[in-house]
């Protein structure tokens, strides 16, 4: 569809990304099973999930890299319908928030930080309601916004840009805090500390950087050749890093199951995702 769209630089954007992702998925696990090996005990799961998020976001970055000087501007055209401009704010501002933090309720109940009912109620539905309170709100602002200018909103979209991730980012910080609170340990500092210092620099790099005005000369760049270089040389990246993943894990563990995990499959009828945990003491299959 992109190709006969003519939509090669969104093409490419898509193969760095995602080739930049399995290098990060495949290297972060690696280096997981290093770092398991030195006997230190914190929560390398969380420090996992973080090193693919640095690699992939070096991959975003990439992207951008390559793109900043060939793709074209895009021109100012006429102003699109209020559903058009409101539909990718409202998913991102309330859409996102609610499917990663619509869990919370269950969480805090399991251990028993909050009751199960309030005043006779669901805490789960206390939860949505607030949610629903919250998200109407945001939407009659940005309803408000449409015809009537917010004078807190900056005129240009660039700021408006930099409120809605600012917005995002310390909602779902705030959010996952929440969610961590109750039981709260000593490991879990190598995910919250790490994620407010990131949430921290974000903001600084967000609000103190300056816009960059390329000078993008579109014409005369051979995009498919570019493609052909990047799919090369990204299978020739594959190839080498996976090589060098299985070697160091042989060396690291030879013959010898890794251990620290329980046995875990995605997929199939033998998925371990869809059994029922076994209880306290009681050996997993």
């Known amino acids: 569809?992109?190709?006969?769209?003519?939509?090669?630089?969104?093409?490419?954007?898509?193969?760095?990304?995602?080739?930049?992702?399995g290098f990060g998925f495949a290297t972060a696990a690696l280096l997981e099973l290093i770092e398991l090996k030195s006997g230190a005990q914190t929560n390398w799961h969380s420090i996992l999930e973080q090193?693919?998020?640095?690699?992939n976001g070096l991959g975003i970055a990439l992207v951008f890299a390559l793109l900043r000087q060939r793709a074209p501007v895009l021109a100012d055209g006429e102003s699109p319908p209020?559903?058009?401009?409101?539909?990718?704010?409202?998913?991102?501002?309330?859409?996102?928030?609610?499917?990663?933090?619509?869990?919370?309720?269950?969480?805090?109940?399991?251990?028993h930080a909050i009751p199960e009912s309030l005043y006779g109620i669901s805490s789960t539905f206390w939860f949505h309601t607030a949610f629903a309170l919250t998200a109407a709100t945001l939407l009659g602002m940005l309803l408000r916004q449409r015809h009537r200018p917010l004078a807190f909103l900056p005129n240009n979209n660039r700021g408006r840009g930099e409120i809605l991730l600012l917005f995002l980012l310390w909602f779902m910080v705030v959010g996952n805090l929440a969610k961590a609170l109750p039981g709260f340990q000593a490991q879990r500092l190598v995910t919250e500390g790490v994620l407010q210092v990131n949430a921290l620099l974000l903001t600084l790099g967000v609000v103190l950087s300056e816009p960059v005005l390329c000078s993008v000369m579109p014409a005369g760049i051979r995009w498919w050749r570019l493609l052909g270089r990047t799919v090369a040389l990204g299978t020739t990246g594959f190839i080498l890093s996976v090589t060098a993943d299985w070697v160091a894990v042989r060396?690291?563990?030879?013959?010898?199951?890794?251990?620290?995990?329980?046995?875990?499959?995605?997929?199939?009828?033998?998925?371990?995702?869809?059994?029922?945990?076994?209880?306290?003491?009681?050996?997993?299959?």
């Not at 209020?82 to 251990?111: C, E, H, K, M, Y």
């Not at 690291?252 to 995702?273: E, K, Q, S, V």
């Open 251 to 285: 060396l690291l563990y030879g013959d010898r199951p890794a251990g620290f995990h329980r046995l875990h499959i995605r997929f199939g009828p033998d998925a371990t995702a869809t059994q029922e945990k076994p209880k306290p003491g009681q050996p997993h299959p």
């Open 1 to 21: 569809w992109l190709v006969r769209q003519g939509l090669l630089p969104a093409l490419l954007a898509s193969w760095v990304a995602g080739l930049m992702g």
């Open 51 to 55: 090193t693919y998020g640095a690699i």
């Open 82 to 111: 209020t559903w058009r401009r409101l539909a990718p704010v409202t998913f991102v501002a309330i859409g996102i928030p609610w499917l990663n933090l619509q869990r919370n309720p269950s969480d805090w109940i399991r251990s």
